[in-house]
Each structure stands twice: as C-alpha cells, then as structure tokens.
C-alpha cells in the first residue's frame, strides 16, 4: 500500500477532494501545489491510513521505505540533505486530520538540527544567533512533543535567559546566551529520559511521525473531537515539509491571514502577523501581533502578492479561507490553507452574501449546509443589559457574546468549578491546546496576551464562547490579576464582551442578542427546502412555551406533556386529593377539579398554537411522582409524628410506590386501573376546543396514548377517548388519536399497533433507555463518562440518537407501521428532536416531523433542510 505522497503528486482527483486519505492539511498543500500553483515549500504527506496502522497494529513495515525514498526527493529539490553538517536541510512535522482540529495535534519544527548541522546553518546563514534559536526551539519542542519533557521546564529557563541579558522580545536573547541554553535544554533531556536528545536526524523524524500520530488519541484531541462530533476512527496524516524561516531577520516574518474577517464575515483580508518569528509564535500567542493591515506599510509588494492569492484561493474554494505564511527574507512562501472557521454572525453573513457574488455563486441549498448548529446557538447569546460598566481592561474582541463567571486560573481548577456548579472564565497569559478542557468547562476565556488567530481566539470562535484576548493591561500574579489598579482574586466575578472586547468587574445583567437578518434569510431558505417534507414542532406545556415556540417557527406541538400542568403549586393537592380519594364519589369530584383546570390549560395552547396540530399525551409518570417522599414522611413519623393528611399521604405514598416505576404503573397502564382519568382530559381538551371553535379560531388536536407495547392496549384506550368524543359531540375539530412508541416491543410490532392509531410519536429518551438497558437519570455521571473515555459508546445516546440500535428501531417502527397504514404520520418528540445528528437519522427513517425545546427549534429547521439535501446526494 502507499502510504506517502509528495505535494506534486498527480492524484486522479483533485486533491481537495482527498481529505480522507490525505488529511485536511496535505490536501490543500497539495492543491496549492499541483493546482493553484502557489509558492508552497516542497514536501510530502504521510497518509491517515498509515495513522490507523499505526495505531492499531504499530508502525507499518512499508513506512519505512516510503519515508526514505519521500526524502531523498524533497532533498534533491532542496539541493540539501537532512541533518547535513555543512548545509542542512531542516523540516517541520505537523498533523493534519480530515476535519480541522486547531491546536489539538502535536507539531515539531526544525526537525534534522543537531550539535554538528547547528555550525552549519550558522555558516550559511551566516547568523549564529538564528541557528541557536532554532536550535533551542527545536530541543524544546522535540523533548515536550515527542520525549514527554514537562514544557515550563523549557520556558523556566528561557525566560531566566532573557531576564538575565534584559531582552524585552525573544529576538533580544545573544547568541552567547542561546548556546547556553541549547546546552541545559539538552541536560534537562537528559535527565528526564535517561539517555542524550537524539543526534541522528532519522531517528529524530521516526521519533516525530509517531508522536503526531500517537497525538490522535491524546487527551485534548479526543475532547476536541468529542465536541465537534467527529469519529474517533479517522486518524491523522503527517506533512514533512521543508522549513523556511520567518525568524531569519527583520526582513522575515510569519502570519496567519483570513480572505475575510471570521468574527464578522466584512470582505477583505484580515489576520496578524509578526516581524522575526516563527508561525508558533503568532498561533500560541506567546507575543503580541501586528494587525495584517500593517503588512502593506512594511512590506509592500509582499501585500499585494498576498491579496493576489486570497483572491484565488477564495474564488477556488468558494469559502473564506484561512492561511499561514511566512516571509523568509522578502520571499513569500504559503504554508497551509484550509476554509477557515467563523462566529455565527460571520457564518451568516458569508453564506447569504456569497449567494449574490459572481466570483462565488452558491446557491441557496449550498448557503444552508454551510450553517451549522453552533452559528445559530451563537448569535443568541447574551449580550450586557447596561451601558455603564465599570472596564478594568480592554483587549481584543475575539469570540462574540457577553459572559459572566467567577475568575479561575488553570483548566483543571475551571473544570473543579463547573463541576461544583460555578460558572466560570478561564483567565490565562495563553491558552495552548492542554486547557481545551478547562476551555469547554468555562463561560468565556480572557488572555493577557494574543492575537486574533491565537488559539484562544480560534477555539473560543469554533466552540461560540466569548474570549478576549491580549488584554495587555491584565497582570497576572499567582492566583489573581491586576487591571487599573484593581486586584481580582480567584472566586472573584467578571463579565467580558467578546465583541468589544470589554472585561468588566463584577457581573453584569445580560440580555438576549438580537439576531442579524441573515439568520431569518437563512432560515426562510430552509424553510423551502423543508416545506412538504419534514415539519418541525415543539415540546411545550403551557401557553406561554406555545407562543414562544411559534415565534421561533414551530409548526405546531408535538408533545404537550400534561403531568406538567399537574405539578403546578395549585394543582398538586387537586392530584393528591384524587389519590386519596375513599370512594367513588370523591374521586369523580377530584377530577372534575381537575378537569376545569386542564380545560383553562388546554385552551391557552390551542389558541397559541391557532390552526397548528397540539399533540397531547395523557397522563404518563407513575402516580407516587405526585406523593411526598416516602423516607421524609418515614423520618418525621418516627420524630415528631404525622398529622391525618400526612399519614394518609404516607400510606399511599407506601401503596403507590413501586421498585422500578420507569417500568411500572405508568402510561396507557395508568389508564388501565384509573380509566376515570384519561376520559377525564379528553374531556378538558374537547370542551377546550369547542369553545376556542365558537370564537372561530381553529383547533387541531391529537390525543396521544403513551406507552402502549400491544394493539390491544391501544385499542382498549381509544375505546375510553372515542365515548368521550361521542359524548362531547364537538362539531368542525379535527381530531386524531395515536400513540407514543417508546419500547422496542412497540418499534418491533408496530405494523399491529398501526391498526389502532392515526399516528405515531416516537419517545426516544425512554426508547434509548430501554434499548440500553441504561437508567437515563443516573447514567449520565461516572458511567457515561467513563464509557465515552474508554471508546465503548461513540457518543453519549441520550443526546445524539445511537444510529446502529435506537435509530434502526425508529426506521423498522416507520417501515412497519406504514405497511398497515400508508397515511400513518410519524412524528418523534424528545430530546433527540432538536440535535441535528438525531434529525440526519430521522429524515432518513422517513419521519413527517420532529419535535423539541422551543429554543431549538431554529436548530432543527436547519438540521432538517441540510438533512434533506444531503439524502439527496
């Protein structure tokens, strides 16, 4: 098999379209090669197939060969050899997964340095103090990245090197002083491993190819990955490519460049770049940047050349891009392309303006598969309530979005917050990839130091959490900062605009954001390609849900859960008196208490939900979910005792009470022994309806059994609803009865269950439950994220619907249901309604609707239109 390409490789298909094979990175230096003809140093890709043998079965014995022969060509190109004494050849070893990962994957630079090619470098480039630096950046990047060298140890002692010679930048450190330093980073080497910092640059680039491939399943890579939803079993590939240098002299320089601005999609170019450094140092944010704007001041005509190829590489990729370059004494040279990553509000913008762009064109199915749930999430987040704040600091505005937590200083003790229920801002010099876990625990991130394209402005932009960045004026001293002479302490509350870029002490009140307009454009457009096929409803109980739902675009109820209403301050002790009740007589009063309160209930969703289906589900939980706790009644009798009401509460909390209720009386079973209160509801919502008909509006109903596992259930329980309608004799309201397919029985047998209903919902969090045998209320702890940890579930089942089980359920249930009844319409209410992973499984299992929280709905009509479009490909 072959396992590497060079960048001038003549694919059979363009290379962009080779992600699988070549990752994300090699892909696109192959297209700028092969294709665009761009400035690209040579070098050559190890592919994600390598990765994966690698990681399941150890290094492949082709490898080697491949890698050599790779090798001598990019030597012969360069007219240099790897590690050569007198004029060496200097490489860089990067990750690159198919899907773009920023930050989450080791990187080695200055691959092929060692004691003796050192000299030689110094000699041609006839600058010591560079081959030093390079040297020692080397040592330092090779020992954390490939040996395992904790990284402070390198940086302890840099930082000592330029307190000791009062060098302000990096640059300032002497040759002298570098060559100190290259000599205790290799002792630290030393005595951390056991043995000297490699010498032979073969070794040294065997040694970085598996530690990139090993950074797959490193910690933050799978976090990352988990995330951003993408499959744990791709692997990365590894780019070996010749080093050009933008810390050569005041005439180099590295950057990082967007076709268009990522936070608020404005045309032009856009990014920082830094005078004499190398392509780490603007991405990690260890030194502040210069905006790209400066770049045409500086260097000139390099400006022009780079505008000339951001307008190539937009119009190629049809995209805003993102790039890294770096200028090696007046000489351009592009390192990696990729469609880069934006805030919602930019997402927007680009899709809806690229549409009326010439250049670009995309149509309107393309701009609505270039939105993802995250772009809508963000351009609801909270903004500051008041104008008058007092700023303590201002930095750059990185990640959209108002933020307010309590001060933490380190990933871990963010996380150690969260968890104790804290929200948290991440306050950092810099983030690196190691804190992406404290990261996505926290409300915001706020650095001291950084631009635009540091990784906290990258990750915080991808994930939609504010972050400022290089907020200058923020001094960070053990556990507390210092801004305008203001000490923060850790526990202490800020609030950051990650718009303006805004810190702000103590918490400020926030405030919905107001979406742009292109979040309505781009709605509508998937609107238009649902319309006809896939509906999107909502989960709500009361009437305000209802019309807050409408506002969002609901197309009606698909799951109003009626033991909400009871559960309600005033309802309660109606419910209990129910239970309680000796006789007959007392029971019927109860529930005509009840139903007067279900009728008002009732009548406000279908007036909300105007000309619009509301399905509502009898009543479902288990009786005792209605009764005190059995354990606190049982403590205050053996204490102070009982009054009547409680003893009788307690006895029938103690008859009512079951050893698993999610398996016991509950649902159509409920029905069964208490039939009184299901003719009970229906009666409320008909007599609802009527009334609402007199006045001329229009409503819809569906009545939904829940948990039916056999026909002859459903058909016992239609029974009861039909005499209710019978008897009601509403006249001009549509109405329908169904049920809630919640067991794997009810998927398994639905063509029987079909014959009593004219529609079907499926419940897919007590589907998932009980297809896994798991306890949705306690599994979501130790368990699931052990499971998760370990790779023995993809993902957690309760949020994203498991395709291979539940999903397969929902498709025989659709199929056989149908095969009884062509018209049957199929619906599915739950949590999985508003993920759009679920929905790509719910469109293709040929669903009518899905159903979800009001504020997913935006979510889900955007998840159903793009999973339309892309069952058409």
């Not at 190829?309 to 040279?333: A, N």
């Not at 960045?469 to 923020?474: C, F, L, Q, R, Y």
């Not at 406000?604 to 589900?617: F, H, Q, S």
Request: net charge negative; charged share 25%.
């Amino acid at each position: 098999m072959q396992y590497v390409f060079g960048f001038d490789h003549e694919h059979l298909r363009p290379p962009m379209e080779l992600k699988d094979l070549l990752g994300g990175k090699g892909a696109n230096l192959a297209e700028m090669t092969s294709v665009l003809g761009l400035p690209v140093p040579h070098g050559f890709t190890i592919t994600t197939d390598a990765c994966r043998v690698y990681l399941e079965s150890g290094w492949p014995h082709e490898l080697t060969g491949q890698v050599s022969q790779a090798l001598s060509i990019l030597e012969r190109k360069m007219g240099k050899s790897l590690g050569d004494p007198s004029d060496p050849l200097l490489v860089s070893v990067r990750s690159g997964a198919k899907f773009s990962m920023p930050g989450m994957m080791d990187t080695v630079l200055n691959l092929g340095l060692n004691d003796r090619s050192v000299e030689g470098l110094a000699a041609q480039t006839n600058d010591l103090r560079f081959a030093y630096d390079s040297y020692r950046r080397f040592i330092a990047m090779y020992g954390r990245v490939v040996l395992g060298v904790p990284g402070e140890e390198f940086d302890k002692l840099f930082e000592a090197a330029k307190e000791l010679s009062s060098a302000s930048i990096d640059s300032g450190v002497p040759p002298e002083l570098l060559k100190y330093l290259v000599s205790a980073y290799k002792d630290i080497v030393a005595r951390y491993c056991g043995k000297p910092f490699p010498q032979e640059p073969m070794e040294q680039l065997r040694g970085a190819i598996e530690a990139v491939f090993s950074s797959w399943n490193g910690s933050r890579a799978i976090a990352y990955r988990r995330r951003e939803g993408i499959p744990n079993d791709l692997g990365t590939a590894v780019n070996v490519q010749s080093m050009v240098f933008g810390n050569r002299d005041d005439n180099s320089g590295t950057g990082v460049g967007f076709t268009r601005d990522p936070a608020t999609g404005d045309k032009g170019m856009y990014g920082d770049f830094m005078v004499n450094a190398q392509g780490e140092d603007v991405v990690a944010g260890v030194r502040n940047t210069e905006p790209l704007s400066a770049l045409k001041k500086r260097f000139p005509q390099i400006f022009n050349e780079l505008v000339d190829i951001f307008v190539r590489l937009e119009g190629h990729y049809r995209d805003m891009c993102d790039t890294e370059f770096t200028i090696e004494r007046g000489k351009l040279w592009m390192l990696q392309t990729r469609v880069g990553k934006r805030t919602g509000v930019a997402a927007l913008r680009m899709a809806v303006d690229m549409t009326d762009e010439p250049e670009i064109a995309l149509t309107k199915e393309e701009a609505v598969l270039r939105i993802t749930s995250d772009h809508l999430d963000s351009v609801l987040h909270p903004q500051f309530a008041a104008k008058e704040l007092n700023v303590i600091a201002r930095g750059l505005g990185a990640s959209p979005g108002a933020a307010v937590g309590k001060v933490y200083f380190s990933a871990d003790d963010a996380i150690a917050a969260n968890e104790r229920g804290e929200k948290v801002i991440l306050v950092t010099k810099e983030t690196s990839p190691e804190d992406v876990h404290g990261m996505l625990s926290s409300e915001g991130v706020l650095t001291s130091r950084g631009g635009l394209v540091s990784h906290a402005a990258v990750v915080a932009r991808g994930w939609g959490k504010p972050a400022v960045v290089g907020a200058d004026a923020v001094r960070i001293v053990g556990r507390s900062f210092i801004a305008s002479g203001i000490t923060v302490f850790e526990g202490d509350e800020v609030s950051l605009d990650g718009s303006s870029g805004d810190v702000v002490l103590g918490a400020v009140e926030l405030t919905s954001s107001t979406p742009p307009l292109e979040f309505y454009t781009i709605l509508n457009w998937a609107d238009e390609i649902r319309f006809g096929k896939v509906a999107v409803r909502a989960n709500a109980d009361n009437g305000p849900d209802a019309s807050n739902a409408r506002s969002f675009g609901a197309e009606g109820i698909g799951l109003c859960r009626t033991e909400h209403m009871f559960l309600a301050e005033d309802r309660l002790p109606i419910v209990r008196k129910m239970i309680l009740a000796d006789t007959k007589d007392d029971e019927l009063e109860a529930l005509e208490e009840l139903r007067a309160a279900q009728k008002h209930d009732f009548k406000e969703i279908l007036e909300a939900m105007d000309g619009l289906p509301v399905t509502v589900r009898l009543l479902d939980p288990p009786l005792h979910e209605f009764l005190p706790d059995t354990l606190d009644l049982a403590i205050k009798e053996a204490t102070t005792g009982l009054i009547p009401e409680e003893a009788a509460l307690f006895a029938a909390s103690k008859a009512w009470k079951e050893v698993n209720p999610m398996l016991g009386t509950r649902g159509v079973r409920l029905g069964v022994i208490k039939p009184g209160l299901y003719a009970m509801q229906v009666k409320a919502l008909l007599q609802a309806a009527a009334e609402l008909k007199k006045k001329g509006k229009n409503p819809i109903v569906e009545i939904m059994v829940p948990l039916t596992v056999t026909k002859e259930e459903l058909l016992l329980a239609r029974s009861w609803i039909q005499e209710v309608i019978d008897a009601q004799k509403v006249k001009g309201v549509d109405i329908t009865i169904g049920t809630m397919i919640e067991t794997p029985r009810a998927a398994i047998r639905a063509d029987e269950i079909a014959e009593g209903a004219d529609f079907f919902s499926f419940g897919t969090n007590d589907l998932t439950q009980m297809t896994f045998g798991f306890s949705r209320d306690d599994v979501e702890g130790r368990l699931m994220a052990t499971y998760l940890d370990l790779g023995l579930l993809p993902a957690n089942p309760f949020k994203t619907l498991d395709p291979t089980g539940v999903g397969e359920l929902v498709r025989m249930g659709v199929e056989r249901g149908r095969s009884t009844k062509p018209s049957l319409k199929v619906g599915v209410c739950g949590e999985h309604g508003g993920d759009p992973a679920s929905i790509e499984i719910f469109v293709q299992a040929g669903v009518d609707y899905v159903s979800c929280s009001p504020f997913r709905i935006p979510i889900a009509r955007l998840a159903a239109a793009q999973a339309i479009l892309r069952s058409k490909k």
